[in-house]
């Protein structure tokens, strides 16, 4: 199917995402929003599917929300819209999905990056929240989930300051999971997608969800919730036959049930 904002390929059990506003360094229109959930939930309820890449290209990532767009919304018309329903079913999507970032994260882009699950960084990534220049702060989880993953005392840096960080502090920040040559992110971020995606569907969709659970739930809470995820994947076909085709020293074949 054809996108006006993307371009949307799959490589096996791997969704490709790729978005596509180039003359304006992909920046985030809430037509694209709307098209990027709209496929994320087209590729979620796709069994054949694994795992996601979202990224942005060779150049850029992308470099905020469309600040042309937004110019001259008022607070009633952001609230119609419903934007931030939108982003955040970006952060529903059950299924890995990786950020494959070069150049620009900014603003909204940045936002988007830090929704996915890992963040495969080019050499030439640069992460930030320019927001404070355009006389707002960030809208879709910056000043949340900065702090979350760098700190207190970064997260203010990057949301005061509105400079952007580079690709290589990011990752000493813990912030990205690994820093490699532009002309490679993708590639290295689809190779990573597709050893995910030949995971056990059920397990990873747990897994997922457990981690995200333990940034929200205090840690009795979050504990429980893992045993009941763990005690729960006993009652799949994917659990017996993970655990026999270790034993009879053979590669596990998972069929998701
Ligand atoms: N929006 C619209 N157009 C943009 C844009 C953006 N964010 N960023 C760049 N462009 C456009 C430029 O206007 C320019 O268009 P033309 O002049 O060619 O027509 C073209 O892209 C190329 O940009 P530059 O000429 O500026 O390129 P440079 O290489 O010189 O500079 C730059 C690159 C990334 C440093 C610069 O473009 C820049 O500072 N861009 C703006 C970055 C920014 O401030 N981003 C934050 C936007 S606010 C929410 C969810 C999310 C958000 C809010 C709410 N809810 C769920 C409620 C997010 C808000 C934001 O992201």
Redesign the pocket.
């Known amino acids: 199917m054809d996108y006006e904002n993307l371009l949307v390929e799959r490589e096996g059990a791997v969704a490709v995402i790729t978005l596509n506003r180039p003359?304006?360094?992909n920046?985030?229109s809430p037509a694209l929003i709307a098209e990027l959930t709209q496929v994320l939930d087209g590729f979620d309820s796709e069994p054949v599917v694994g795992a996601a890449v979202l990224t942005g290209g060779p150049k850029v990532f992308a470099?905020?929300?469309?600040?042309?767009d937004?110019a001259d919304r008022t607070p009633v018309e952001?609230v119609q819209r419903d934007?931030?329903g939108?982003?955040s079913k970006v952060t529903s999507f059950t299924k890995p999905l990786i950020a494959a970032v070069n150049g620009?994260a900014?603003?909204?882009?940045c936002?988007l990056a830090l929704m996915c699950d890992l963040i495969i960084a080019g050499d030439s990534a640069r992460f930030g929240q320019?927001?404070i220049?355009?006389g707002?702060i960030?809208?879709?989880g910056g000043t949340q989930r900065w702090p979350r993953t760098a700190g207190k005392y970064v997260a203010m840096e990057v949301n005061l300051g509105g400079q952007p960080i580079k690709a290589q502090r990011a990752y000493q920040l813990g912030l990205v999971n690994r820093v490699v040559p532009a002309e490679v992110t993708v590639r290295v971020a689809v190779q990573l997608a597709q050893r995910l995606a030949s995971k056990a569907p059920l397990a990873a969709r747990l897994a997922k969800e457990a981690v995200n659970q333990s940034l929200e739930l205090p840690l009795k809470e979050g504990l429980a919730a893992e045993r009941k995820n763990f005690y729960f994947l006993f009652a799949t076909e994917d659990q017996k036959e993970g655990m026999h085709a270790f034993l009879e020293k053979r590669p596990a074949e998972f069929k998701g049930r």
């Open positions: 003359k304006v360094l920046a985030l470099a905020g929300a469309d600040i042309a937004m952001q934007q931030t939108r982003w620009y900014l603003g909204g882009g936002e320019p927001e220049n355009l707002i960030p809208g879709a």
